[in-house]
């Protein structure tokens, strides 16, 4: 794990050195404990803010070195815009944005003052900004021969200071869990191929053990016997083997039936016979992005003691081209018994996924079952990087995690489910191919996976944009952004903790 900032929550403090960080609305206002120390540094806060031509935007910062009047080495104002209009994830990225403008060398511990013009924050709040801070401070140098600067910023030590810093520190427990399980699912996607094989990805979710999880790893032997042949067949062009893994955590009432989430493991995805371009393949290494949101997400279930049923089920793969490896045009018998004709081995996080999601429904009859894999290209060209492509039948569950992802700023957007898309991959040949052309790829691929999630409450959200590769911004700065996870623990936390089930099959589509 890398190293990340110690955070705790105190009564209203001044600092004894390093950073003192204060937010201001807009038009400048500020709260009674910036106020104080604008009036201690006689009008620092007021005097430079007119010189900087800083007015309080959200996200905005400003540094002041050396501030006159109190014991800090540094005073960083930090804008919030309309404090009315902050939202959960604004919390989050104001905690980012003030890592973001911290100075960097020996005086790097910081003393965050919670609260805006309106008073102290809330406990939820403050834990959102810790969160923040946490997922900022986050990179990835394991690799690196030469570290950083000593100490490292990520090293510091940070007070979140006002309010009930009781209640502050009692949320902040539950929402570090949900930063680990965030930081677990990065450090997983930003991995070199060459480390994190199949086996390698197994032994992590075998890890989750420790908290609690029961893991259950399928070997080629029972994939064969499961008949898990769509999967194997990604599998059968690489010297790795692959491997299943089940991750149960049931700490909710028996008799209600489990939360499943089914993640696309492809530890690297050359594309098989039908190979990709080299420009860029590298990048392909972040193909287990929904396995790694899965394994996260179930960690920071056990982490926190989530009172729920939930199951997480990642098929881990490596997609190779050999002389055993799947030809276009071979055609495979699926474990549900539909058959495949491979039109392009491109398209193999489908093939896994189809049988994960058989597997899963058979086993486990899941109130609602959501998969998440990097799917395809063509949802980047739709959505880009900010929101995953979300399709389901469903307009209760579709809500629910769009309501989810707007709290946390894991964001979905609902796409389009119908028969002429289904009729796309229609095959001559077999049952279905699969791929189903050049347009809507997005689509036909989400119309593949329906055809395996037979009658369930079933959700697919295409995270190939957001999985990796977004453009750095307040909390996510690595390749790898660990998106997912903050989005099902909050589904989770809101639809289906305590014995709750508050996302009903609505009428079949
Ligand atoms: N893993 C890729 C999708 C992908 C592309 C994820 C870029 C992230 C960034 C997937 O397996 C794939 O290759 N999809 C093909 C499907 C096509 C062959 C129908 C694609 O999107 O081109
Ligand atoms: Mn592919
Ligand atoms: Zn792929």
């Given at each position: 794990m890398p190293q990340l900032p110690v955070i705790t929550f105190a009564p209203e403090t001044l600092p004894a050195g390093g950073t003192l960080v204060v937010f201001a609305a807009e038009d400048l206002a500020l709260g009674d404990a910036a106020m104080r120390v604008d009036a201690a540094t006689d009008g620092l806060v007021k005097a430079a803010a007119e010189a900087q031509g800083f007015k309080g935007k959200r996200f905005g910062t400003m540094l002041i070195a050396m501030p006159r009047g109190i014991e800090a080495t540094g005073l960083l104002v930090v804008g919030l815009g309309?404090?009315?209009?902050?939202?959960e994830a604004d919390w989050s990225k104001l905690g980012g944005s003030v890592i973001g403008a911290l100075p960097s060398g020996p005086n790097s511990d910081v003393t965050v003052l919670a609260e805006t013009p309106a008073g102290a924050l809330g406990a939820a709040e403050a834990a959102e900004i810790a969160l923040g801070m946490t997922l900022r401070s986050y990179s990835f140098d394991t690799y690196k021969s030469k570290k950083a600067e000593d100490p490292a910023p990520a090293a510091r030590k940070i007070i979140i200071s006002g309010g009930d810093s009781d209640a502050a520190g009692k949320a902040w427990e539950r929402v570090s869990a949900i930063g680990a399980g965030v930081i677990l699912a990065r450090e997983l996607v930003n991995e070199p191929p060459n480390v994190l094989g199949p086996v390698e990805f197994a032994d992590k979710a075998e890890a989750l053990r420790d908290l609690g999880v029961t893991v259950t790893i399928l070997e080629p032997a029972e994939l064969e016997r499961l008949e898990m042949r769509a999967l194997l067949g990604v599998a059968q062009g690489s010297e790795r083997p692959a491997r299943v893994a089940i991750m149960e955590w049931m700490k909710g009432p028996a008799e209600v039936k489990p939360v499943a989430l089914v993640g696309k493991g492809v530890v690297f995805d050359t594309g098989g016979i039908s190979i990709k371009p080299a420009g860029g393949m590298e990048d392909m290494k972040g193909d287990m992005g929904g396995a790694a949101a899965v394994i996260g997400t179930m960690h920071a279930l056990a982490a926190r003691n989530a009172r729920v049923n939930a199951v997480g089920v990642i098929g881990l793969v490596e997609n190779m081209p050999d002389g055993k490896a799947q030809r276009p045009g071979d055609i495979v018998k699926s474990k549900s018994g539909q058959t495949i004709e491979i039109i392009n081995t491109d398209a193999e996080g489908r093939l896994v996924l189809a049988d994960l999601l058989t597997h899963t429904i058979e086993t486990y009859e899941p109130k609602v079952v959501i998969d998440l894999a990097t799917l395809t290209g063509a949802v980047i060209v739709a959505l880009g990087h900010f929101n995953a492509g979300m399709y389901t039948d469903d307009d209760t569950v579709a809500a629910q995690l769009s309501d989810a992802g707007k709290a946390t700023g894991d964001l979905v957007w609902r796409m389009p489910l119908s028969k002429d898309y289904d009729g796309l991959i229609d095959s001559k040949f077999a049952d279905m191919k699969n791929t189903g052309g050049r347009w809507a790829g997005s689509v036909t691929a989400a119309q593949f996976l329906k055809r395996f999630a037979k009658d369930s409450l079933w959700v697919h959200l295409d995270i190939a944009g957001t999985g990796f590769g977004a453009p750095a911004n307040e909390i996510s700065r690595t390749f790898a952004s660990g998106f997912g996870v903050r989005l099902l623990d909050r589904f989770i936390a809101d639809?289906?903790?305590?014995?709750?089930?508050?996302t009903p099959r609505g009428p079949a589509a």
């Open positions: 309309d404090p009315a209009k902050l939202t639809f289906h903790e305590d014995g709750a089930d508050k």
